[in-house]
């Protein structure tokens, strides 16, 4: 490696002689010690490679000696000067790219977002820049810490925020807070009360505004009433809230997946398009076309590799390799096995995803074979929150009472 970076720093040149000056010129080789690479013979001729320097002595000494040689560069930055010396423009282009790329290991080149959901990359970039981050920037410049304590306190949407260097790319990654559904409060002369949402047995009863009409223990149907929000004050009047809680209870559900023997699955077909982009400072440009895509289905795959030179200097380059696979629709036959795993699989899934609000106590299998297929039923027993408000106006409500009344009182009458 330090071989290659010397002749491509100093250059090489390939020094060529005929066998009558071969003798002398070999011995001023030999003594100056000008090169260690191997003396060739063709035909007539000799050649030998030579770094820039020791060409240059070896010249001195053959003019000297009046010995005839031939002298042609064949590599390196002197090789440059040398052709592009007339044409200063191309020679000021190279000097800008290489203090480009001994740079581009200390500037920030490009910002990318990762776990964001609500709020957009533009968005979180913006309130980067804001706090002087952006693309340009000198790494050895920016206090990550302060920089992403800064950003927690412009963006109050956000929870955690990291950012960390990943070559020249800033990789920022984020987590969003948890945003807590707020309800709208109620319309004047709106009360409600809480029902059940389904049927289960009364463990905890947390009210903060109602009466609780349940208590430890009870049972209770769908649809019954948990937590009212008329509340008697005094013997004669009454008073309406709004009833907010929760009431926990003990609940059995079903989590059930049916899987057929017989189903559908998409296979790769071999035919792959592929869309290559280069992304540069941000911007992406296509360097090819992924061709004409019909209606039909693909697969998508997509891998992004940094570029960089030798000796580990990297560039502010990306190339983004974009994937179509071809599938097609096929079907597909289950073993009795294969069956009862997949759904196993499914209402695992299933249960998993009600785990944030359903504390699980017991649960137990029952399969079902057919002849078509298999019926996986998970029975569950666990504690949730059955509430769930009805609402109710004052004038609903009292239309409803006097309507009792009046029923009652024509029942006593008759």
């Not at 030798?310 to 380059?317: A, M, Q, Y």
């Not at 059955?386 to 024509?410: L, M, P, Q, R, W």
Request: hydrophobic share 35%; with cysteine.
């Amino acid at each position: 490696m330090i071989k290659f970076l010397m002749s491509l720093v100093f250059g090489k040149c390939k020094c060529t002689f005929d066998s009558a000056n071969a003798e002398k010129v070999i011995e001023i080789i030999r003594v100056n010690a000008l090169t260690t690479e191997p003396i060739k013979r063709e035909c007539d001729e000799y050649s030998v490679i030579l770094s820039d320097i020791s060409a240059k002595k070896l010249r001195e000494f053959t003019e000297d000696n009046c010995i005839e040689c031939s002298f042609r560069r064949l590599f390196g930055i002197p090789l440059l000067f040398e052709r592009y010396k007339y044409r200063p423009g191309i020679l000021v282009g190279a000097v800008i790219f290489f203090v480009t790329v001994l740079l581009s290991g200390r500037i920030v080149w490009d910002i990318d977002v990762t776990g964001n959901k609500t709020i957009s990359d533009i968005e979180i970039i913006e309130a980067l820049e804001n706090r002087g981050f952006h693309p340009g920037i000198f790494i050895n410049d920016v206090d990550f810490d302060m920089l992403q304590n800064d950003c927690l306190i412009d963006k109050d949407e956000l929870a955690w925020v990291s950012v960390n260097m990943d070559g020249n790319l800033a990789r920022v990654e984020v987590r969003e807070k948890r945003v807590v559904p707020v309800e709208d409060p109620p319309a004047e002369g709106r009360f409600a009360n809480i029902i059940a949402a389904e049927d289960g047995i009364v463990e905890i009863c947390r009210i903060k505004n109602g009466k609780a009409v349940v208590e430890y223990g009870d049972t209770v149907k769908k649809g019954e009433l948990l937590v009212t929000g008329v509340i008697d004050v005094g013997e004669d009047s009454v008073r309406y809230e709004y009833a907010d809680g929760e009431v926990l209870a003990k609940v059995y559900r079903e989590i059930v997946s049916y899987v057929p023997f017989e189903y559908k699955q998409k296979i790769p077909t071999g035919e792959k398009k592929r869309e290559i982009q280069l992304k540069i400072f941000g911007k992406s440009i296509n360097l090819s076309h992924r061709g004409s895509i019909d209606g039909g289905i693909y697969g998508t795959i997509k891998e992004e590799e940094k570029l960089s030179l030798p000796f580990g200097i990297s560039l502010p380059v990306w190339m983004k390799n974009t994937e179509y696979s071809r599938l097609v629709e096929k079907t597909v036959l289950l073993t009795e096995d294969e069956a009862v795993s997949m759904a196993r699989s499914d209402v695992t899934k299933k249960l998993h995803e009600m785990s944030d609000s359903f504390q699980l106590l017991s649960k137990s299998e029952k399969t079902d074979i057919s002849k078509n297929g298999v019926k996986v039923t998970l029975c569950v027993y666990g504690i949730t929150d059955i509430s769930a408000n009805y609402g109710f106006s004052v004038s609903e409500y009292d239309t409803e009472e006097n309507e009792e009344k009046s029923g009652n009182e024509e029942n006593h009458n008759s």
